[in-house]
């Protein structure tokens, strides 16, 4: 009688741990299972994202007509569809000066639709020497020299809480800007490292602007626009929905500071001349998003 107890004991316990052995196995697929899945659904959609980037590059490079193809983009350089955006609207509105934070293949691309509509220039402010000359070297190879100007601009803070590129070689006879392409500072070198372009930039503007930003949906560059908006509400913000996020912001009247949102930033400069360029004061006391 006891061995028996003993028996039905001891396959209670093998019965037991069989059940957990097998609860344990299909859990590890069942996980398995769900990786996968979302591996699947990852690649589906950049498989997406892809197809439009491909499209978006096929348009650019139909759209400029260069005599080699377009250097490899995304990564660091912008995203085919952000460099199609930026494009079509040099082409349509035909700006006398364009400025630009950060040089690339985008300095090459604004270059040569003002090639095409047979006016303007492109001034870019590159912090990085070796990069600056990488872009000149780009230039001069597709012939487009004569269009773009890469200025050396080393990060400072002479005018801002965080680095910003030095204004010290932008032409002292530089036209009103009528298009403002804001690719850079990197990321890394600072919370908000691209805030100051706007504030800083704004009493260059034309009466009639239109500012670009690339990487648009990232915290850092959503919290920018959001600061921008509060700062100089004339402006009409569209959304682009590029890969990495696309603002635009046109102004049809001068950029001047608007009134009220409470922020540091909003504080003019010293002259306290509104729409004269502003010390960014609030970048440096936030925390990175
Ligand atoms: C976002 S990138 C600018 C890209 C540029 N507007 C374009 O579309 O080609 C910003 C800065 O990163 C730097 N940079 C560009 N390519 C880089 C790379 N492969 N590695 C490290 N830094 C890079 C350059 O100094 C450039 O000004």
Not at 17 to 36: E, Q, Y
Not at 89 to 115: D, F, H, N, W, Y
Not at 132 to 139: E, P, Q, S, V, Y
Request: aromatic content about 6%.
């Amino acid at each position: 009688m006891n061995s028996m107890i003993v028996y039905l004991a001891g396959l209670q316990i093998f019965l037991l741990l069989l059940t957990l052995g097998i609860a344990l196995v299909l859990l590890h697929k069942t996980r398995k299972i769900h990786l996968a899945t979302y591996d699947l659904q990852s690649a589906g959609r950049e498989t997406r994202m892809l197809f439009a980037q491909i499209q978006s590059l096929l348009a650019l490079e139909r759209k400029l007509g260069l005599a080699e193809p377009l250097p490899p983009m995304r990564g660091w350089v912008g995203s085919p569809d952000f460099l199609l955006r930026v494009a079509n609207s040099v082409l349509e509105r035909k700006p006398e000066t364009v400025m630009e934070c950060s040089s690339g293949v985008s300095t090459l691309v604004i270059a040569r639709c003002l090639q095409i509509i047979g006016r303007g220039h492109v001034y870019s402010l590159e912090h990085d020497a070796t990069y600056a000359n990488t872009t000149r070297d780009l230039l001069a190879r597709y012939g487009l020299s004569e269009w773009a100007s890469v200025i050396d601009a080393p990060l400072q803070t002479e005018h801002t809480e965080t680095p910003w590129y030095s204004e010290r070689l932008i032409p002292s006879d530089l036209a009103p800007i009528d298009m403002l392409v804001v690719d850079g500072p990197p990321a890394t070198t600072a919370p908000l490292a691209r805030f100051p372009a706007l504030p800083r930039l704004a009493g260059r503007m034309a009466d009639r602007s239109l500012v670009i930003v690339d990487d648009a949906s990232r915290p850092d560059e959503v919290e920018m626009v959001k600061r921008w908006r509060k700062l100089f509400p004339g402006g009409v913000f569209t959304d682009c929905y590029c890969e990495k996020g696309c603002v635009m912001l046109a102004f049809d009247r001068p950029l001047t500071a608007g009134q009220g949102s409470g922020s540091d930033a909003t504080r003019p400069n010293s002259s306290g001349t509104a729409g004269e360029p502003m010390r960014d004061a609030a970048v440096g006391a936030r925390s990175r998003a």
